[in-house]
T-cell receptor
Framework: QQQVKQSPQSLIVQKGGISIINCAYE??????FPWYQQFPGKGPALLIA?????SEKKEGRFTISFNKSAKQFSLHIMDSQPGDSATYFC???????????FGGGTRVLVKP | ETGVTQSPTHLIKTRGQQVTLRCSSQ?????VSWYQQALGQGPQFIFQ???????GRGNFPPRFSGLQFPNYSSELNVNALELDDSALYLC????????????FGPGTRLTVT
C-alpha cells in the first residue's frame, strides 16, 4: 500500500523557471513532512520540512505548501538552476515514530 | 560535527550468501534507521534502532536483522541473499523524541548475482 503518492515522475524546466512537485498522503496520523534531494550515487539530503500547523514554509528558493484538509503538500523550486537537477522525494512520518514513508520520487531536469 | 558514514561503498555478493553493512551515526544522534532503495524507487523503511533495541520494523523478512552498539553505530545483516536484495542500502541517524529530522549516509550499493 503506497501511503504517499508523488507526482509527476519526471519534470523538465528551463533555467529560471518554477518546478512544482506534488504529494498526497493517506494516513492522518502523519504530522511531519520533509522533502529530500538526491543526486546520483548519493544518499538523500534533507532539503526542507513542514509540520501541519503551518500552511507554508519557505527556505531560500524552496517553498513547501501544505493543505491539511486535502492531505496534500507540494514543493516549489523558484528560479530553478541546472544544479537543482536531481531526484526529489517527499516523505511523511508520525510524531515520535521517526519511520519515514517516502513517495516514489520526481526526477527534475533543469535545462540551461 | 561528523556526518553519517557507511561502509562499504559497493559490494557484490552471490545469491544465498550473507552480508553485513555498517553505519556510523552523526555525532549526538542516538537513533539509526535503515532503508532499502531499489533502482528508480523511493527508500523503504527496514527497521530502526534506539538504545541498542529494535524500535520499529518495516515489511521485511526476518533474514534482515540489525544491531546497534553503545556508540550508536549500527550494522545491517542480510542472510540468504536473493537477487531482489540488490539495492542501495541507506542508513539515517536522528535524535529520537525531539525532532524527526533524519540525516542519511551515502549508502552501500549491494549487487546480488
Amino acid at each position: 500500500q503506497q501511503q504517499v503518492k508523488q507526482s509527476p515522475q519526471s519534470l523538465i524546466v528551463q533555467k529560471g523557471g518554477i518546478s512544482i512537485i506534488n504529494c498526497a498522503y493517506e494516513n492522518t496520523a502523519f504530522d511531519y513532512f520533509p522533502w529530500y534531494q538526491q543526486f546520483p550515487g548519493k544518499g538523500p539530503a534533507l532539503l526542507i520540512a513542514i509540520r501541519p500547523d503551518v500552511s507554508e514554509k519557505k527556505e531560500g528558493r524552496f517553498t513547501i505548501s501544505f493543505n491539511k484538509s486535502a492531505k496534500q503538500f507540494s514543493l516549489h523550486i523558484m528560479d530553478s538552476q541546472p544544479g537543482d537537477s536531481a531526484t526529489y522525494f517527499c516523505a511523511a512520518s508520525k510524531a515520535a515514530g521517526n519511520k519515514l514513508t517516502f513517495g516514489g520520487g520526481t526526477r527534475v531536469l533543469v535545462k540551461p | 560535527e561528523t556526518g553519517v558514514t557507511q561502509s562499504p561503498t559497493h559490494l557484490i555478493k552471490t545469491r544465498g550468501q550473507q552480508v553485513t553493512l555498517r553505519c556510523s551515526s552523526q555525532s549526538g544522534h542516538n537513533t539509526v534507521s535503515w532503508y532499502q532503495q531499489a533502482l528508480g524507487q523511493g527508500p523503504q523503511f527496514i527497521f530502526q534502532y534506539y538504545r541498542e533495541e529494535e524500535n520499529g520494523r518495516g515489511n521485511f523478512p526476518p533474514r534482515f536483522s540489525g544491531l546497534q552498539f553503545p556508540n550508536y553505530s549500527s550494522e545491517l545483516n542480510v542472510n540468504a541473499l536473493e537477487l531482489d536484495d540488490s539495492a542501495l542500502y541507506l542508513c539515517a541517524s536522528s535524535l529520537l523524541g525531539l525532532v524527526n529530522e533524519q540525516y542519511f549516509g551515502p549508502g552501500t550499493r549491494l549487487t546480488v548475482t
